[in-house]
């Protein structure tokens, strides 16, 4: 199972929609006997690239998640986690 941040997801969820009208709209395009080639050949195009455009898209959604979600310990966290831990010790729960 793939984990993602929930930013990550709805990205990835956007492009899905995306992706899926664009594919139903040129397959209306193609079959269109009065759509010209150049119209057909710029949905083929779109078509490939269009995902590698949504996944850099996902891509820098996970990215920017993950470095909002790296910020540096403060004194209070270090605090929080140094009585967290010492609650452990004290309760006999600490892990070795």
């Known amino acids: 199972m793939l984990v993602t941040t929930l930013s990550a997801q709805i990205v990835l969820a956007v492009f899905a929609l995306v992706y899926a009208a664009s594919v139903f709209a040129a397959i ?9 080639p150049g119209l057909k050949a710029t949905w083929v195009a779109a078509l490939l690239l269009l995902p590698p455009v949504g996944l850099l898209a996902w891509e820098a959604a996970r990215l920017a998640d993950s ?22 010790v004290a309760g006999g729960s600490a892990r070795v």
């Open 67 to 88: 470095r909002a979600a790296r910020r540096p310990m403060t004194v209070v966290d270090r605090t929080a986690y140094l009585a967290d831990r010492a609650a452990h």
């Open 28 to 36: 209306v395009a193609v079959r269109d006997p009065q759509a010209s």
